[in-house]
């Protein structure tokens, strides 16, 4: 079975503070994804990687950048937290072949004071 | 672009009853993949059920069904004998072929109730 692993399931930051979410996939995926969910909004995708050091963005990159510097491992960095980035966040890996499902981490509630 | 619909917010369906769940897409591309995903109040997102476009027949796996209709592009999530343990909120999305990302529709909350 797949495991995609999320560091924290819920973390409180202040804000202004420089918050990394971390996120593993055990399947060797070429692509990870880092969602945002919010009530009534539904799921945004905030950025994704397509490889080891590569990038693109999502529908809300603002305020974030993600880093990828080994194939397991995707982290999402908040440079300085605000009150507005308080949320669900979602970890996913996937094959790149395009009848893949994502996989997801179990989320991580995300708490900016 | 693509886009995802999915029309029910909210759905109560009586426990052992079936249910289902619409989802039309739009898309201009021809070879492209149709996912369901199952939400619980935990949070975390489960895989259920695939179809590509091209598979001729309708995909199923265990009690969920997908009722694939190309010509309509719909793609209906059907629950068979829904249990308690279906309550939560399910996701259709959809990736096509030159994507590395996908895109889903707003979700739909499903109650069982007994």
């Known amino acids: 079975d797949v495991k995609v692993t999320q560091s924290s399931r819920y973390l409180v930051k202040r804000t202004g503070e420089k918050v990394f979410l971390e996120c593993v996939q055990d399947m060797d995926h070429e692509n990870m994804f880092w969602y945002r969910q919010d009530p009534g909004l539904g799921l945004r995708l905030i950025y994704f990687?397509?490889?080891?050091?590569?990038?693109e963005k999502g529908d809300i990159p603002e305020g974030y950048s993600v880093s990828r510097e080994k194939k397991e491992r995707f982290s999402l960095i908040l440079e300085s937290a605000s009150t507005n980035q308080t949320s669900m966040y979602l970890c996913?890996?996937?094959?790149?072949?395009?009848?893949?499902?994502?996989?997801f981490g179990d989320g991580t509630r995300l708490s900016i004071l | 672009a693509q886009k995802i619909t999915q029309t029910q917010p909210g759905m109560f369906v009586q426990e052992k009853e079936a249910v289902t769940l619409d989802c039309t897409y739009d898309t201009s591309d021809q070879s492209y993949g149709l996912f369901w995903y199952k939400q619980p109040s935990s949070g975390e997102m489960i895989f259920l059920i695939y179809q590509g476009s091209y598979d001729e027949q309708n995909a199923t796996e265990g009690r969920y069904s997908l009722n694939f209709q190309k010509a309509r592009k719909s793609a209906n999530l059907v629950i068979s004998a829904s249990q308690l343990g279906d309550s939560a909120m399910y996701f259709c999305?959809?990736?096509?072929?030159?994507?590395?990302?996908?895109?889903f529709g707003d979700g739909t909350t499903l109650t069982v109730k007994p």
């Open positions: 990687s397509y490889d080891v050091k590569m990038k």
């Open positions: 999305a959809m990736r096509d072929q030159g994507a590395g990302k996908s895109t």
């Open positions: 996913a890996s996937s094959w790149i072949r395009f009848f893949s499902a994502q996989h």
